[in-house]
């Protein structure tokens, strides 16, 4: 197996190092590489990690490599549980308080996020995002809400969202916090004193690449130093086990590269 290491699979050893054993994580419907990074914490350090998935839109205790085409089969197949989307919200939000990984197309100093539009009209936008989902449900309450950017740039963190779909950290919110940690392909970062601040930055990367690629003024940790790398056991697991298939890497590209991918991944399941 060699050694050379993709930042998906960095990603993933991050994403996997942040969940605790016994806890419950969700989701999303789109989210290969968090996903990979949750079932490498269950192979490894978390084994009675339970997931919640809005795919199936049930909690399972098993777990199976990842697919494209037959995902569905997996979650509708193995749940212990199904809920609808209201009793998840209401319920399980509040009783099992799930960690959640959320793709944001905005994020600010604060940790507000967007994933309307981009563009101040909302009726003519630049560009329409994908929508909320229970984004508004989940920020408003959750102490547990985590955030990931596949590819850090200006577009992404900027000094003001255009529209506020998932709260950060600001003063007098009732209930729950805003972002505790973030991952990019870049580095790490949480928010001491309730503003963004690094404290991981990649190989290959610096302080200096984040901040220029950062539309606000970032904190930068005293002991900020270089992300561990994964373990060669992380990327067996990862390589092998989990995501053969490489799902995960659909996330991190783009035009025609995340089309040849999706293709081959496609093939090789027989669903073309």
């Not at 920020?139 to 850090?152: D, G, K, L, T």
């Amino acid at each position: 197996m060699t050694l050379d290491i993709s930042i998906d699979e960095i990603m993933c050893a991050c994403i996997s190092r942040q969940m605790r054993d016994g806890e419950i994580v969700a989701q999303g419907l789109a989210t290969p590489l968090v996903v990979a990074g949750f079932l490498l914490a269950k192979r490894t350090h978390a084994p009675n990690l339970r997931f919640a998935s809005a795919i199936g839109q049930g909690v399972c205790d098993d777990w199976g490599a990842l697919s494209l085409a037959r995902i569905e089969d997996f979650w509708l197949g193995n749940a212990t549980m199904t809920v609808g989307f209201v009793r998840a919200a209401i319920e399980a939000l509040t009783v099992l308080k799930p960690v959640e990984f959320f793709r944001p197309g905005q994020i600010d100093a604060q940790g507000n996020f967007n994933n309307i539009a981009i563009g101040k009209d909302y009726h003519k936008p630049r560009m329409r995002l994908p929508g909320t989902g229970g984004i508004p449900d989940v920020s408003v309450f959750s102490h547990e809400v985590y955030i990931y950017v596949p590819r850090h740039s200006k577009v992404t963190f900027v000094e003001k969202v255009d529209f506020v779909s998932g709260l950060g950290h600001v003063p007098d919110r009732p209930h729950g916090a805003g972002p505790q940690y973030a991952i990019t392909d870049l580095g790490e970062f949480d928010w001491a004193q309730g503003r963004m601040r690094l404290t991981h930055f990649h190989p290959g990367s610096s302080i200096e690449r984040i901040q220029r690629k950062t539309g606000f003024e970032l904190a930068i940790a005293e002991e900020v130093r270089v992300t561990p790398l994964p373990t060669e056991e992380e990327l067996r697991l990862l390589r092998e086990e989990i995501d053969p298939l490489n799902i995960r890497k659909l996330e991190t590209l783009g035009g025609s590269a995340r089309k040849d991918l999706i293709r081959d991944i496609l093939a090789k399941e027989g669903a073309l």
